[in-house]
């Protein structure tokens, strides 16, 4: 709730456009296809997250005594892998339904659109849209479920998932701010929705308590 309400501050506080304005003028992006962000960071990351999914399915099946996963329950794995699905599906569905457009879209950066606040529900920009929540940086958070997954009976490999998804996912949200392709907040909410999908399912993860006897 605290991340929620810092979030919302950010908002309103209209920082998006002066992010943004760092990074970009009236000739656009100059990192928009470079191929530290346009290759490594994007092109890249969504290889990454292909293959980590991969990764997991393939240990919710079978579990070498090597992996992080070892000790953990099936149940556990599989409804860890099945959040992970979720976020990863669910990002982009919202922001293929999203009116709002890329900063590279606006028309002091070169296109033919203005700043629309995304809470601006019904209010086109004259953009193309779908451009929020940002859907690369779900390459990196929808993997938050493995923290829960994992922070009762391996804490200290927790940390360093979460730890090691958070600068990952904060590395694309910054990469793509610099192509000019999402805004600072389209990053935070991809990271609060998964985080909290997350956090939500740790209930599900589980095994039942057995009813004690009367």
């Known amino acids: 709730m605290i991340a929620l309400a810092l979030l919302l501050l950010w908002d309103f506080s209209g920082l998006d456009l002066w992010a943004v304005?760092?990074?970009?003028?009236?000739?656009?992006?100059?990192?928009?296809?470079?191929?530290?962000?346009?290759?490594?960071?994007?092109?890249?990351?969504?290889?990454?997250?292909?293959?980590?999914?991969?990764?997991?399915?393939?240990h919710a099946l079978h579990v070498p005594r090597w992996s992080p996963?070892?000790?953990l329950s099936r149940r556990?794995?599989?409804v860890g892998c099945g959040v992970m699905a979720l976020s990863l599906a669910l990002i982009p569905l919202l922001k293929r339904a999203s009116q709002?457009?890329?900063?590279?879209?606006?028309?002091?950066?070169?296109?033919?659109?203005?700043?629309?606040?995304?809470w601006a529900w019904g209010v086109l920009d004259g953009g193309s849209g779908h451009c929020f929540p940002s859907g690369h940086a779900s390459s990196a958070f929808a993997f938050l479920a493995g923290y829960f997954m994992l922070r009762r009976s391996r804490p200290r490999q927790a940390r360093l998932w979460l730890g090691a998804?958070?600068?990952?996912?904060?590395?694309?949200?910054?990469?793509?701010?610099?192509?000019?392709?999402h805004y600072p907040s389209h990053t935070m909410w991809t990271a609060w929705i998964c985080w909290?999908?997350?956090?939500?399912?740790?209930?599900?993860m589980r095994e039942p308590t057995p009813a004690q006897p009367a």
């Open 21 to 58: 304005r760092l990074v970009g003028g009236e000739q656009g992006f100059a990192w928009r296809e470079r191929w530290l962000t346009a290759g490594l960071m994007h092109q890249g990351g969504r290889w990454l997250a292909l293959g980590l999914i991969l990764w997991m399915l393939l």
């Open 69 to 71: 996963w070892a000790g």
């Open 76 to 78: 556990e794995r599989w």
């Open 100 to 118: 709002t457009s890329c900063p590279w879209d606006l028309a002091e950066f070169g296109g033919n659109a203005r700043y629309v606040s995304h």
């Open 165 to 181: 998804l958070l600068l990952l996912g904060t590395g694309y949200g910054l990469a793509q701010m610099a192509r000019g392709a």
């Open 196 to 204: 909290t999908l997350a956090a939500l399912s740790e209930r599900w």
